[in-house]
């Protein structure tokens, strides 16, 4: 069966400082991967998607960028973070095809 | 619009059916209609989805009307742990299959 990770589930980090968030998918090939974000109290939005290795689109602008340097691998990097990047980040995989998306257990985190 | 229509809370007796609503108008034909919901401080969790005939799974029923403009997910029984936020999803077709969510319902249930 499919499992999907996302590490750390925690992070507290200072305005300015660098991120990286990790997602990774076991039991599947050539998955789609996804990025979202939730603020407080707020529906997901959509940061970026890949249909493949080195293939990222971004659906809003920002300063997060995103990269997937395996298959199976989504990560999502910020040179300097502000405040408003604070949220509930997920990650999710989608089999080629029409089916529909799976989530990780996501990561919170807090800028101050 | 991608978005979908949802109301903002329902509220349900636990052993009761739970008819979640949603409105779709502008669905075009190849577009999915996914349903997940969200427990505090999770991931959301897939429930159902379906294109133009009704649906049933282990978890739910999902209703779609015959334009397709509107669906209806249905839980048989509600129980304690169902209480969480109800997302209807119309998802974009094409091969990356994005998902726009909206706010969603949140559903209570009560004992």
């Known amino acids: 069966s499919q499992t999907i990770h996302q590490w750390p589930a925690t992070l507290v980090q200072p305005v300015g400082s660098p991120l990286s968030l990790e997602c990774t998918v076991e039991g599947t090939s050539n998955p789609n991967l996804y990025w979202y974000r939730q603020a407080a109290g707020r529906g997901l939005q959509l940061l970026f998607y890949s249909v493949g290795i080195g293939q990222i689109s971004s659906e809003v602008p920002q300063n997060l960028s995103a990269s997937r340097p395996q298959d199976r691998q989504f990560i999502l990097s910020s040179k300097k973070l502000l405040l408003s990047d604070s949220g509930f980040y997920l990650c999710?995989?989608?089999?080629?095809?029409?089916?529909?998306?799976?989530f990780g257990p996501g990561t919170r985190l807090l800028v101050l | 619009d991608a978005k979908t229509t949802q109301p903002n809370s329902m509220e349900s007796n636990e052993e009761e059916p739970v008819h979640l609503p949603c409105n779709h108008s502008?669905?075009?034909?190849?577009?999915?209609i996914h349903w997940y919901r969200q427990l505090p401080s999770q991931g959301p969790e897939y429930v159902i989805h379906?294109?133009?005939s009704n649906v049933n799974n282990r978890m739910a029923s999902l209703a779609i009307a015959e334009d397709r403009k509107s669906s209806t997910l249905i839980l048989h029984r509600a129980t304690l742990r169902d209480a969480a936020v109800y997302y209807c999803i119309r998802g974009i077709g094409g091969s990356q299959g994005n998902l726009i969510f909206g706010k969603g319902t949140k559903l209570s249930v009560k004992p």
């Open positions: 999710a995989w989608k089999a080629p095809g029409p089916t529909t998306q799976y």
């Open positions: 502008t669905i075009s034909g190849t577009d999915y």
């Open positions: 379906g294109l133009t």
